[in-house]
């Protein structure tokens, strides 16, 4: 019940914002993203909010074209593409495929936009550049943690925890003492372990 109200409701907000004039302010798209090292993976945290007036107009249509009973997941598969369309995540040049990849959609306050949030989970293996690049760099901001993975090579990174705007290009120096059979999987279980 609270899922088919939440539909509902997310319905209305779409056919009042995709009938509104395109007139008053207008507010750029603001990509906020947060890297995070781990030992053996990287964990990314995007958030995204469309510019007002034509973006919004075009991610709430496209995503009106869905069944009504499926327009939040619409909505929220929309949203999620442009958040990540303008960005590759790359380890000594070859793009890394996500493993995990979760969605929550909101609407910014005042409700005149929506928005998204995504936390992105890719594996780690050994390599010495870990790279993030945008296609939008006026609307991205990076930030990035090490959290004690001691992966990243601190003395050649920017300042950890503080936002960096404006870059097409972020790139962490990982260590070189971080070998490919740390974060390796086992390759089979053992005659012991119960099957699944």
């Known amino acids: 019940m609270r899922r088919l109200l939440r539909t509902v409701a997310l319905a209305s907000l779409v ?28 964990v990314v945290l995007v958030g995204y909010r469309p ?45 890394l495929v996500p493993t995990n990849v979760r969605a929550k959609i909101g609407i910014e306050p005042g409700g005149a936009r929506p928005m998204v949030v995504l936390l992105v989970t890719y594996p780690l293996g050994a390599g010495k550049a870990l790279e993030l690049r945008t296609k939008d760099p006026r609307s991205t901001r990076i930030s990035w943690q090490d959290r004690r993975s ?27 003492s971080w070998g490919s059979s740390v974060c390796a999987a086992p390759s089979s279980l053992s005659d012991s372990s119960p099957a699944r």
């Open 15 to 42: 056919a009042t914002l995709a009938g509104e004039a395109a007139w008053g302010h207008t507010f750029p798209a603001a990509r906020h993203v947060v890297v995070q090292v781990e030992p053996c993976e990287l």
């Open 51 to 95: 510019g007002s007036g034509e973006p919004t107009e075009t991610i709430l249509s496209r995503a009106a074209s869905a069944p009504k009973s499926q327009l939040l997941d619409a909505l929220r598969d929309v949203l999620a593409a442009f958040a990540m369309a303008p960005l590759t995540i790359s380890l000594d040049g070859k793009p």
């Open 150 to 176: 001691e992966r990243v090579t601190i003395s050649d990174a920017p300042a950890q925890g503080k936002w960096h705007s404006g870059v097409a290009s972020f790139l962490l120096s990982l260590s070189p």
